[in-house]
T-cell receptor
Framework: QKEVEQNSGPLSVPEGAIASLNCTYSDRVSQSFFWYRQYSGKSPELIMS????GDKEDGRFTAQLNKASQYVSLLIRDSQPSDSATYLC????????????FGRGTSLIVHP | DVKVTQSSRYLVKRTGEKVFLECVQDMDHENMFWYRQDPGLGLRLIYFSYDVKMKEKGDIPEGYSVSREKKERFSLILESASTNQTSMYLC????????????FGPGTRLTVT
């Protein structure tokens, strides 16, 4: 059973700080990795995808991938109260699979 | 931007009713998915489709069926709704090239009484 693990949290950070969200996965052949943000009562919204080792930056968000250690992380710089949400990590298998395995999410609270 | 729409945001049905949930995407994606999301259980895949008239069971297909007659539309059918099918139902689509980013619709909150 392929697994994607996330700490459920909540992770609480002060406004303006860096929030660091982590995700580990068990399938070594995983190829594509995704971070989604989900506000309470809403559907998941894609933030970033990454499939090469290293960092990928988009505005205040940076995704970091380390395939050797089988983890992917999301850094949120200058955290804002509006970033308070649940963050879902998702992983696609190699071989062109389009079916992701989702983690259960980490709850982030950014307090003023 | 990818747009995925779902027929209803909120739906209340009675036990035993047949329920249709519809999903439409406008990005010409080959792949479409139906999930349900429940507190503490995360996202669970019900069915997916990789082409018109093609469907595959996901992790929890029991009590559900699907239909994909056109590329842009994927319907989820609850043949005889039961109270344990009360949930948030999420449709998603994915396509194009790797990494096959998946985009979600707004969701349908279904309550079965």
């Amino acid at each position: 059973q392929k697994e994607v693990e996330q700490n459920s949290g909540p992770l609480s950070v002060p406004e303006g700080a860096i929030a660091s969200l982590n995700c580990t996965y068990s399938d070594r052949v995983s190829q594509s990795f995704f971070w989604y943000r989900q506000y309470s009562g809403k559907s998941p919204e894609l933030i970033m995808s990454i499939y090469s080792n290293g960092d990928k930056e988009d505005g205040r968000f940076t995704a970091q991938l380390n395939k050797a250690s089988q983890y992917v992380s999301l850094l949120i710089r200058d955290s804002q109260p509006s970033d308070s949400a649940t963050y879902l990590c998702a992983v696609n298998r190699a071989g062109g699979s389009y079916i992701p395995t989702f983690g259960r999410g980490t709850s982030l609270i950014v307090h003023p | 931007d990818v747009k995925v729409t779902q027929s209803s945001r909120y739906l209340v049905k009675r036990t035993g009713e047949k329920v249709f949930l519809e999903c439409v995407q406008d990005m010409d994606h080959e792949n479409m998915f139906w999930y349900r999301q429940d507190p503490g259980l995360g996202l669970r895949l019900i069915y997916f489709s990789y082409d018109v008239k093609m469907k595959e069971k996901g992790d929890i297909p029991e009590g559900y069926s699907v239909s994909r007659e056109k590329k842009e539309r994927f319907s989820l059918i609850l043949e005889s709704a039961s109270t344990n099918q009360t949930s948030m139902y999420l449709c998603a689509s994915a396509g194009g090239q790797l990494p096959y980013e998946q985009y979600f619709g707004p969701g349908t909150r279904l309550t079965v009484t």
